[in-house]
């Protein structure tokens, strides 16, 4: 079965660190763009995070430059995203997502893992 | 940064009726221009990519439409398994936004 599943959220507080997994499994994960994606309580989607197959780039916005880093293991079939010094504003749901095309960064997303909840909170 | 805005917030419609969405960027995103939904406790779903085209599995009843700044998701009879939240995504200009929803709800 082709899915993502998040796992390494939870409670923290301001300040702090967390990094979150996302374990890939029946595609050839190596060959697919990936990103995060989060999601307030009640509130709209927005993108945290970008890298392509080959790690060669990554991509943040300005709300988490310099706090999140993405990274992969290919050999492992997962995603990782390192947060640190976490705000109360990233509270959220942080969705894992694959790109649509093996081989490219087309920078949409045709399958999303259930999610992990991130509480920033003390 | 692009911003992406969708009107209306709130849909109430009836199944079977028309649904109309709209999606407006703050500049131009050509043709890259991508439709999601979502249920309640669900993650998103790819409805539509590069403004027209719908993704797999996805039944005929969706369509898009549009280029540049202004982009419709219509769906043409609504079942009552479309009642959800739809966002659009813009993906020409880094960083990737999104718009902040269209609710669509049972009248």
């Known amino acids: 079965e082709v899915q993502l599943v998040e796992s390494g959220g939870g409670l923290v507080q301001p300040g702090g660190s967390l990094r979150l997994s996302c374990a890939a499994s029946g595609f050839t994960f190596s060959s697919y763009a990936m990103s995060w994606v989060r999601q307030a309580p009640g509130k709209g989607l927005e993108w945290v995070s970008a890298i392509t197959s080959s790690v060669v780039s990554t991509y943040y916005p300005d709300s988490v430059k310099g706090r999140f880093t993405i990274s992969r293991d290919n050999s492992k079939n997962t995603l990782y995203l390192q947060m640190n010094s976490l705000r109360a504003e990233d509270t959220a749901v942080y969705y894992c997502?694959?790109?649509?095309?093996?081989?490219?960064?087309?920078?949409?997303?045709?399958?999303w893992g259930r999610g992990t909840l991130v509480t920033v909170s003390s | 940064e692009i911003v992406m805005t969708q009107s209306p917030a709130t849909l109430s419609l009836s199944p079977g009726e028309r649904a109309t969405l709209s999606c407006r960027a703050s500049q131009s995103v050509s043709s890259y221009l991508v439709w999601y939904q979502q249920k309640p406790g669900q993650a998103p779903r790819l409805l539509i990519y590069d403004a027209s085209n719908r993704a797999t599995g996805i039944p005929a009843r969706f369509s898009g439409s549009g280029s540049g700044t202004d982009f419709t998701l219509t769906i043409s009879s609504l079942e009552p398994e479309d009642f959800a939240v739809y966002y659009c995504q813009q993906r020409s200009n880094w960083p990737l936004t999104f718009g902040g929803g269209t609710k669509v709800e049972i009248k």
């Open positions: 997502a694959k790109g649509p095309v093996a081989g490219t960064s087309y920078w949409y997303f045709d399958l």
